[in-house]
């Protein structure tokens, strides 16, 4: 008995606790220098919506990062200083990223959540929940 408590406890220790935060938003791109034939709509501005997962490392189990403030936090900084206004040919305001990609855009998040000294670890980037990218520090 005694042996499979120090077991559990052990366990316990090595776990590893996220919390994880979802939001998304709808925005414009482009990949002006693209240079495969196949794909080359990409040089052109055009839609999607990114989806957007971010972790955080905690330790407790009550709300050590509370979950509306983080989201709010992201979407203030995704909507306030990621995007930019686009005024397309209709006269009609779409938001823009100009050339940022999915990486782009990952790290970008990244780096604000570290500069206000969050424990965030992971990244990812998804255009219309298909196709992405992560970035992640190691060891978390
Ligand atoms: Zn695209």
């Keep these: ?6 077991r559990i406890k052990g366990l316990i220790n090595s776990m590893k606790k996220h919390i994880i935060i979802k939001t998304q938003f709808t925005a414009l791109h482009q990949w002006s220098l693209c240079n495969i034939k196949k794909v080359k709509f990409l040089k052109e501005l055009h839609r999607h919506i990114f989806f957007v997962k971010i972790k955080f ?4 189990n009550n709300r050590e990062l509370e979950f509306f403030e983080c989201k709010n936090l992201i ?10 206004p686009h005024i397309n040919p209709n006269s009609s305001v779409c938001a823009s990223l100009g050339n940022m990609s999915c990486e782009d855009i990952a790290e970008t998040i990244l780096s604000f959540l570290q500069n206000k000294k969050l424990p965030v670890c992971y990244v ?3 255009e219309d929940n298909e196709n992405g ?7 978390q």
């Design 124 to 126: 990812s980037v998804f």
């Design 57 to 60: 490392i905690v330790k407790e």
């Design 1 to 6: 008995m005694i042996n499979i408590l120090i």
């Design 133 to 139: 990218a992560e970035v992640l520090i190691d060891d």
């Design 75 to 84: 979407d203030s900084f995704i909507n306030n200083k990621l995007l930019k």
